[in-house]
C-alpha cells in the first residue's frame, strides 16, 4: 500500500474521473481534467531537473494553477512549501533560507517583492511566473511563463511506485517569532488529517475505502473559505479530494462574494476559520438577501469561533449542523463537536475526544477522562504524528516528546476535560498569562469580550506589571459608530469572569492584527499596546 497523497488522490481519479473536482470562479476542472493539469506539472518539475525529495516553494492565492501544482510536487515526490502571501522580505528570506527550496513557483503580483529576495539564495535554481492579470514580471532574477512551461508537457502518470514513508512539510506561522516547517511521513498526516483514521468512529481505513464510497456517494459541493496555503485550506481541500467531493474556492474572502457563490454553486458545506470569518458572513446574511438552502454543514477550526456568534449562525440558519473542529498542525485534527444552543458558554470550542489523543498534567501523566472532569492540562497526540520540525531538532524535542515508551505531539493547547469524554479548548499555553499566580487564558477572556454588543473583535495579551508580574490587557475593534466604554465593557465581563481575569488595560484600535489566515497576530498586538503601555487604564478590584 502506497498510502500516499498523490496515490489517495488518483485512487478518486480512477473512480470518479467525469465528476466536477474544482470550481473557481469561471474555472471547473472534472478529476480527469485536474488530474492531467498536475500530471503536467510534475513532468515539467522533472524536465527542470528538480529530484524526489527536493523542495518547490509554491506562492499563490487559492487559484486553479495553485491546487494543480500541490498536487504535481505530490505526484513527482516533490515536497511543496507552502508560502504565506502575505509575507514581506524579510519573513521570506527566512522561509526560503529555512525551507531548503531549490524551486518558487507564484503569482505575477508577488514579483516586486520576490525581487529583492530571489536573487539572494544560491540555492533556488528554478522559477515559473503565473500571470495573474496584473502585468508584473521578476526584474532581477529569470522565471519562465507558467502556461507555457507546462503546455510543453505530457499528461501521462508515468511517475513510478511512490512510498507512504515520503516527506510532507507544512510551515506554521503559529502566532510569534519565524514560521516552522513541520515534517510529517504521507501515511501519518493522511491519517491526521485527511480522514486515514475515522473521525466518528475512530477506526483506520485501507487505502481504498475512501475512493471505493466515491462511486455511490451524492457528491458534496464544498467551499472551502481557508487559503490553501495554510494547513487548515490544504487538508479541507484534500479531504474532499480524496472522498470524491467537489472543491470549491475563491482567491479572496469577501462575505458577498461568499453568499452569491453559495447561491450559485449550490453550495452544500462551508469551511471556515473562527470568527474572522464567520462574524461577516453572519452579519452579511442577517442584513442581506440570499439563497443558503442548500447548505447544510458549517465547520470552523483554527481559530475562535465565539459563543455569540455561534448564536447567531444557529439562529439564522436553524436547520444547518454548525461544527468546532480543534487541533493543530503538529497534531493534526484532535477533537470535533456539534454547536448546539444548549451547549454554548463563554469558554473555548467544546468538542468530543477525537483519536489518539489524551491530556496531560503538569507531571506528564495522562489524565483518565472520566474520572478526571473538570481538570486542566495539555492536550497531545500519539500515534500517526509529525517525524518534526524540518532542521530544528531542539524545537523537535520540546514538542515531539516520549512519555512512558510513547511518543507524543504535545504543542502547547490547554483543555478543560468535561464529562463525556469532551473537551474545551482554552489556547495556547505559550500565550497564557500569569498574574499574581493566577493562570488566565486569553481566549477564555476574548470569548466573554465578544459577547458585549458593543465589541466586534478583540485580542487579549499579557502586559508586565511590576506588582503581579502581568497583567491582563485587550485590544478592542468596536463596531461601526460605537465607543468604547471600558467600564460598562468591565461590568459586563464581571458577570461572565472571575475579576483576576479582566483587563486592567483596554484599547480602542482600529482593527485587530491577524494574519492572512484568521490567526491572531500577537507580535503586532504587543507592538500596539507598548505605545500605550505608560497610560493604562484604571485597575480592576482584585
Request: aromatic residues 6%; contains cysteine.
Amino acid at each position: 500500500m502506497a498510502l500516499h497523497i498523490a496515490d489517495l488522490f488518483e485512487h478518486t481519479v480512477d473512480v470518479v474521473p467525469d465528476r466536477t473536482a474544482l470550481i473557481v470562479g469561471d474555472h471547473r476542472s472534472t478529476y480527469a481534467e485536474l488530474d492531467a493539469a498536475a500530471n503536467r506539472f510534475a513532468h515539467h518539475l522533472r524536465a527542470a531537473g528538480i529530484q524526489p525529495n527536493e523542495h518547490v516553494g509554491l506562492m499563490a492565492r487559492n487559484i486553479p494553477e495553485h491546487v494543480a501544482a500541490m498536487l504535481g510536487c505530490f505526484k513527482a515526490r516533490v515536497v511543496p512549501i507552502n508560502i504565506n502571501y502575505r509575507y514581506v522580505r524579510g519573513e521570506l528570506d527566512y522561509l526560503v533560507d529555512n525551507s531548503e527550496m531549490v524551486a518558487l513557483i507564484h503569482e505575477a503580483q508577488y514579483s516586486t517583492v520576490l525581487d529583492e529576495v530571489v536573487p539572494k539564495h544560491r540555492r533556488l535554481r528554478h522559477q515559473l511566473v503565473i500571470e495573474d492579470g496584473t502585468g508584473l514580471r521578476p526584474t532581477a532574477y529569470d522565471a519562465g511563463e507558467w502556461d507555457a512551461a507546462v503546455a510543453a508537457q505530457p499528461e501521462t502518470r508515468d511517475f513510478g511506485e511512490r512510498s507512504p514513508d515520503d516527506v510532507f512539510i507544512v510551515y506554521t506561522g503559529g502566532t510569534t517569532g519565524y514560521p516552522k516547517g513541520v515534517m510529517w511521513r504521507h501515511e501519518d498526516v493522511w491519517r491526521t488529517l485527511g480522514g486515514g483514521i475515522d473521525f466518528v468512529t475512530k477506526l483506520p481505513l485501507a487505502e481504498h475505502d475512501q475512493s471505493a464510497g466515491a462511486a455511490d456517494l451524492d457528491p458534496l459541493t464544498c467551499l472551502q473559505l481557508g487559503p490553501i496555503m495554510h494547513a487548515n485550506g490544504q487538508w479541507g481541500m484534500l479531504l474532499r479530494f480524496f472522498t470524491g467531493h467537489t472543491n470549491v474556492l475563491l482567491p479572496k474572502f469577501d462575505a458577498d462574494t461568499v453568499w452569491r457563490t453559495v447561491e450559485q454553486e449550490r453550495v452544500n458545506t462551508i469551511s471556515l476559520i473562527g470568527d474572522a470569518m464567520a462574524r461577516p458572513l453572519i452579519e452579511a446574511y442577517e442584513s442581506g438577501s440570499y439563497d443558503a438552502s442548500t447548505l447544510t454543514t458549517i465547520t470552523s477550526a483554527a481559530a475562535i469561533f465565539s459563543a455569540e456568534v455561534k448564536e447567531r449562525w444557529l439562529t439564522a440558519l436553524p436547520g444547518v449542523l454548525v461544527m468546532d473542529i480543534i487541533g493543530s498542525s503538529e497534531t493534526g485534527m484532535t477533537g470535533n463537536g456539534r454547536i448546539e444552543k444548549d451547549t454554548l458558554a463563554d469558554k473555548g470550542s467544546l468538542v468530543a475526544v477525537g483519536p489518539e489523543t489524551v491530556v496531560l498534567d503538569d507531571e506528564d501523566r495522562v489524565l483518565d477522562l472520566e474520572t478526571n472532569v473538570g481538570a486542566i492540562g495539555r492536550m497531545a497526540r500519539g500515534g500517526s504524528i509529525p517525524l518534526g520540525y524540518f532542521g530544528d531538532p531542539e524545537k523537535t524535542a520540546r514538542t515531539f516528546r516520549v512519555i512512558d515508551g510513547v511518543r507524543y505531539a504535545v504543542p502547547g493547547d490547554f483543555v478543560q476535560i468535561e464529562p463525556g469524554n469532551k473537551l474545551t479548548l482554552l489556547g495556547r499555553g505559550s500565550n497564557c498569562i500569569n498574574t499574581g499566580g493566577e493562570k488566565v487564558y486569553p481566549e477564555e477572556v476574548e470569548v466573554a469580550l465578544k459577547s458585549h454588543p458593543d465589541v466586534y473583535d478583540t485580542l487579549v495579551i499579557g502586559l508586565p506589571d511590576p506588582t503581579y508580574g502581568q497583567q491582563v490587557a485587550a485590544l478592542v475593534q468596536t463596531r461601526d459608530g460605537a465607543e468604547l466604554d471600558a467600564d460598562d465593557v468591565r461590568r459586563h465581563l464581571r458577570t461572565r469572569l472571575s475579576g483576576y481575569k479582566i483587563p486592567r488595560t483596554l484599547q480602542q484600535v482600529p482593527q485587530i492584527p491577524r494574519h492572512v489566515t484568521g490567526k491572531a497576530d500577537y507580535k503586532t498586538a504587543h507592538e500596539m499596546s507598548a505605545s500605550v503601555a505608560a497610560s493604562r487604564e484604571s485597575e480592576v478590584a482584585r
